[in-house]
Each structure stands twice: as structure tokens, then as C-alpha cells.
């Protein structure tokens, strides 16, 4: 998994940054310093759903995909991780608020009634922040998929779905979180598994300085700013 220890210098920075009256604090209460520190870390941990792998982190069963995944993704122009480390619970509606910049907090979405909107379950993602088959409508770029899966040959279960609109969502913000890079990029749109009740499907997108948004359209319908990401889902974490 990613390598999150602190620095000695990181945490050195912070001290230094003290006031003389707060480090004499620091010291004659450390105890409780230590007791804040560690509930702000177990809550820290309770509300990260989403952690990047390096690829060198990967496990085992998982290393000839994760070099297949990069040479796509260098074909692409991205040169960031390629897989994440997901957790149960996370929620389009909910959490996807609380991750990251979305556009009236999603406050619009709340009283949508959705399909096969299900949190997140404990997976490892392989994604990709760049958008693949624009232009096409929703079963023209499921073709597009399979296509990319052959040509990089990827696991038969990888590229089979456009993924559900939380699991987007969150990839989305933990990408933005990590880089400040807005995706998908030029606030362009991806589908999402995630339908409205009358049927069409949710996207998500137009990530500018108001936030992600998301909305719907049918799946017939193609536009040159409406794509798809690559996602390959393992189960297990």
C-alpha cells in the first residue's frame, strides 16, 4: 500500500512552527497532545475510502496487470497510479460531499431516486483519469472497452463496466485530493453504471471552481465531451 509515514522533518516543521508558550504546552500536556493526535488519526482512517497503491505495492497476483495498466496509461499521458485501495461505505449521496468539491454539495441529488446505487464494497480499482470513447453512445463505448481489455490484454473482468456513479465520484475526488487535477479534464463528463428511475444515466463531471457535478442523459445519446473511464474492479482488498 502507499507509504504514509511521516517525515521527521515534516512533523520537525510543525513544532518549530509553535509558539514558545504553545511547545511548553505541547510538553507539559503530552499525554493528552497524544490522546487528541491518535482520535484524530483513527477518525482520519475511519473516513479515507480511497488510498493509492504504488505499483511496486501491489500484490503479487496483481503484478503482471498492474504492467499492463501502465503501458495504458502512458499511452494515455498519465504517468499517476494506476491502482487504488477502496473500502466499503462510501456513498455518492452522503460521502462524495464530504471527499471533495461538489457542486452544491449535491444538495440537488438527494431526492433523486436511483438504480443499482450501492456504496462502495472493500475492492482494489485499477482507473485512470483520462477519457476514453467519446462520441459514442452508452453500448459504443461498452465496445470500446472490450477493445481496449483485448489490445492490452487485460483480465477478462477489467473494462466490463463504466462503474457505479460512487465509485466514480470517489475515485474523482481522491485523484483531485492527491493532485489538484480536475478530472475528467477540460470539464468534460463520464458515464456511470448509476441510472435514474425513469432509466437514463447518471454522469459526472464539469468539475470546474463550483465543484463536480453530476446529471443524467440517455444512452443513445453520443457527445464529443461525454466519455468513459477505464476501470478494472478486484474484489478483496
Request: hydrophobic share 40%.
Amino acid at each position: 500500500m502507499a507509504n504514509r509515514k511521516a517525515s521527521f522533518n515534516a512533523i520537525a516543521a510543525i513544532i518549530t512552527g509553535l509558539s514558545d508558550e504553545e511547545q511548553s504546552v505541547l510538553v507539559e500536556k503530552g499525554k493528552e497532545f497524544k490522546e487528541f493526535v491518535a482520535g484524530l488519526v483513527r477518525a482520519a482512517v475511519e473516513n479515507t475510502f480511497f488510498t493509492h497503491v504504488d505499483d511496486k505495492d501491489a500484490p503479487a497476483h496483481l503484478v503482471g496487470a498492474v504492467a499492463k495498466w501502465r503501458k495504458l496509461a502512458s499511452d494515455l499521458g498519465y504517468t499517476g497510479p494506476v491502482l487504488w485501495a477502496v473500502k466499503a461505505g462510501f456513498t455518492l449521496k452522503l460521502h462524495a460531499p464530504l471527499a471533495g468539491p461538489c457542486y452544491e454539495k449535491f444538495s440537488y441529488l438527494q431526492d433523486w431516486e436511483l438504480k443499482n446505487d450501492e456504496p462502495t464494497v472493500d475492492c482494489l480499482v485499477f482507473f485512470i483519469p483520462r477519457m476514453v470513447a467519446t462520441k459514442k453512445n452508452a453500448e459504443e463505448q461498452m465496445q470500446a472497452l472490450v477493445e481496449l481489455r483485448e489490445k492490452y490484454g487485460l483480465p477478462a473482468s477489467h473494462c466490463a463496466s463504466f462503474g457505479s456513479a460512487a465509485l466514480v465520484a470517489g475515485l474523482i475526488m481522491a485523484h483531485f485530493k492527491r493532485t489538484g487535477e480536475r478530472a475528467p479534464l477540460n470539464t468534460d463528463w463520464v458515464r456511470t453504471d448509476t441510472r435514474y428511475s425513469v432509466g437514463s444515466r447518471l454522469h459526472l463531471g464539469g468539475f470546474d471552481e463550483a465543484g463536480l457535478h453530476c446529471y443524467v442523459t440517455w444512452d443513445d445519446h453520443r457527445y464529443g465531451s461525454l466519455g468513459v473511464f477505464p476501470l478494472g474492479v478486484e474484489l478483496g482488498s
